[in-house]
């Protein structure tokens, strides 16, 4: 299918009908995406645990959510080599939902998402997620590293904060007050385990750097923990209910269960309900929440589009995202979208087709129901470390100086615009104000290339004898309503004393609503002052615009010719004046 067909196209399970119904699908391609599904699962399920709790909620909500999401995606979405599941950049959202509404609200506001999602695939608005600007996509990115960053400190050093306040300087002044009471032997493990993720990838293998950095943070508390030190874990901050009414420690080794997600605890433990406010509160999360969710897994397919040669249908991918997060919720699963590290990790691990991404969630499975007990020893400040890392790669610092280092001064402060309001005030405020700005900034450097030259006295020009009082004036670039305004002024003023001038057109290729009214408003002060006008060469857009708005010559005033030659000769000749003025 052509490239152009895929962005528009709309099927139901794209990429898993593509790969593995309208392509043979045998044995050996099986095995293939078998093991890039065991590979990615054991990969997916400390970061699942971690950004669940980065999230604001229990560590087995984010395995849920790469099992059922994960599974749903990979089965109705459009991208083949895509692992769906919690990703960093959606906790700078959730974790504000999670501690406002609680797990019920988070759900809640997923579910809404998910609906959001669906309607961007059913209008076709996969294609327009590639119209943000690098400058704002990198200056969000940048923020939520920064956001999530700073929410690790609290668990890399061990400080004894509870929940974290709302707004940025707030969480900078708590921190900052507790640090002298940091745990050096927290301190220690997040500061092993990042260490071991710096220099793995020294050794070359083909193992990634945070599972063996978990393990050794995970053995070095629980030796520092029998020596009566008292690093915290999964197991000592989280618990749950067994069925006979006593409590577990860690995560509970269950299957999902279905439940509705109005019926999930609010923020005060009972059941958050749903009702019409409830709902207008939590629809601009919902929206930042679908957003961003397009912008990441249409930005993870592009990136696997040019590792593999293959191509996605960008709306295809928007539905199967909006489909797995309207179900996941129902059985307790976070916000999800594909994951662009966990997603090259599976296509280089040999993936074939979306079943790897399926076999990646039952991976999860298995291990949630088999190792419940041995994930409750992971360290919470080796989950730091491990976040504090995720966060740095998301940020893509190089690409960032990089940007600050050589783009235009417009770029430039359309980046740090986002980048700080991020940080400061709200993401979805961010990146509405980024895209605006990036707007008016590219509006205006537009308008600024939109010249008005005399060329009266041009080679071209010379050829012809032009009428006394007489000139010759050349638009390029696009008339639109930042730039008409300014250029028919100064061409008002060039005109001031001619008794007649040719406009030549072709190289305006835009003439909007805003060009269209100066245009005539020039034409009108042509009729007043008796100046005449012979419009020339008019490309087709500009063309169709003034033919639909039901623009005509103006006896005695002004016409139209289809080359500057034509114009010219008309004006050149004997009598030309009065056939102007007789229309």
Known sequence: ?????????????????????????????????????????????????????????????????????????????????????????????????????????????????????????????????????????????????????????????????????????????????????????????????????????????????????????????????????????????????????????????????????????????????????????????????AMLGAIESLLCAVVLDGMTGKRHSANSELMGQGLGNIITPFFGGITATAAIARSAANYRAGAESPVSAMVHSLVVLLALVSLAGLLAYLPMPAMAALLIMVAWNMSEAPKSLHLLKTAPRSDILVFLTCFSLTVLLDMVIAITTGVLLAAVLFMREMAQMTRVTDITLSNRIADYKLPDGWQVFKINGPLFFAAADRIFGELAALSRNARGFVLYMDGVTILDAGGLSALNKLIATCERDGTQIVIADLQFQPLRTLARAGVTPVAGVSRYTSSLDEALRLISRPGAEADQSSG
């Open 1 to 289: 299918m052509p490239h152009r067909a895929h962005l528009f196209s709309l099927r139901m399970a794209h990429a898993f009908r593509e790969a593995c119904i309208d392509e043979p699908y045998r044995g050996r391609r099986f095995l293939r995406d078998l093991m890039a599904g065991v590979t990615v699962g054991i990969i997916a399920i400390p970061l699942a645990m971690a950004l669940a709790i980065a999230s604001g909620v229990a560590p087995q909500y984010g395995l849920y959510t790469a099992i059922i999401a994960g599974f749903v995606i990979a089965l109705t979405g459009g991208s083949r080599f895509s692992i769906s599941g919690p990703t960093a950049a959606f906790v700078v959202i959730l974790y504000p939902i999670a501690q406002s509404y609680g797990l019920g609200g988070l759900l809640l506001a997923t579910l809404m998402s998910g609906v959001l999602l669906i309607l961007m695939a059913l209008m076709r608005l996969g294609r327009f997620i590639e119209y943000i600007p690098e400058s704002v996509t990198l200056g969000f990115t940048g923020g939520i590293a920064v956001v999530i960053a700073t929410l690790q400190v609290r668990d890399f050093l061990g400080l004894p904060i509870g929940d974290m306040p709302e707004h940025y300087w707030d969480k900078l002044a708590l921190l900052a007050g507790a640090l002298p009471e940091f745990d050096g032997m927290s301190t220690l493990v997040a500061g092993v385990t990042l260490t071991c993720m710096l220099l793995w990838p020294r050794l070359k293998t083909p193992v990634p750097p945070h599972l063996p950095a978990v393990v050794i943070g995970s053995l070095l508390a629980l030796w520092l923990n029998g020596q009566g030190a008292a690093v915290e874990t999964i197991g000592s901050r989280f618990s749950y209910l067994l069925p006979d009414g006593s409590v577990g420690a860690g995560i509970p080794p269950f299957l999902p269960e279905f439940a509705w997600p109005w019926q999930r605890a609010g923020a005060s433990g009972e059941p958050i309900g749903v009702s019409w406010s409830l709902v207008r509160d939590l629809l601009p999360a919902a929206f930042a929440i």
